[in-house]
């Protein structure tokens, strides 16, 4: 994709979603780090429908420490992963309460010293609750930058790169969640819904599919 294509995909995502959101239900930082980490290898979905029995009982890291790993797996043994995602996230809490006064950090550094939390995970915190412009690629994204042509690369490191020097400033904020909704709903897996998608004209993908 060339820059003007670029300027023109951005612009059409933000005409059809002005405001996009993390699908992953939260109301405090705290509580998005803690579903974001539990996101992993797993479907905003079906965190949701675990954190919302969850986080009535639990919203801050002291109250989720004070449930213990056993405690917490109660509330999450539908999520894959659980027992070492528990794990994580009690040691996760227990570091914010000794040495971040029960606070999530805001910079990259302090994130990723936190148990289960990766670049991902701290791209994804620091963008929606520290309105960082980062770029958490997920599978979505890295198959709809490849895709597209608009920031190809081999792997997600080298896609975050491309995407953070080709998106255009204005849009890099949200640019994470157009690009994640638009890659789960119209450019899917399996099969990208090309005739309905809005932004075909500026996507360079040789095999567009049609009905
Ligand atoms: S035209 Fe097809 S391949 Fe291109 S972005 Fe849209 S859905 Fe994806």
Redesign the pocket.
Known sequence: MNSSQIQTFFETLKRVNPSPQTELEYTNVFELLAAVLLSAQATDVGVNKATRRLFPVANTPAKMLALGVEGLSGYIKTIGLYPTKAKNLIATCRILVEQHGGKVPGTREALEALPGVGRKTANVVLNVAFGQPTMAVDTHIFR?SN??GLAPGKNVVAVEQGLMKRVPAYYLVDAHHWLILHGRY??QARK???PR?A??SC?D?PD??RD
Do not use: E, G, S
């Open positions: 709809v895709r597209t119209v450019c990208p819904q090309c998608c932004v075909a996507c993908f567009k599919t």
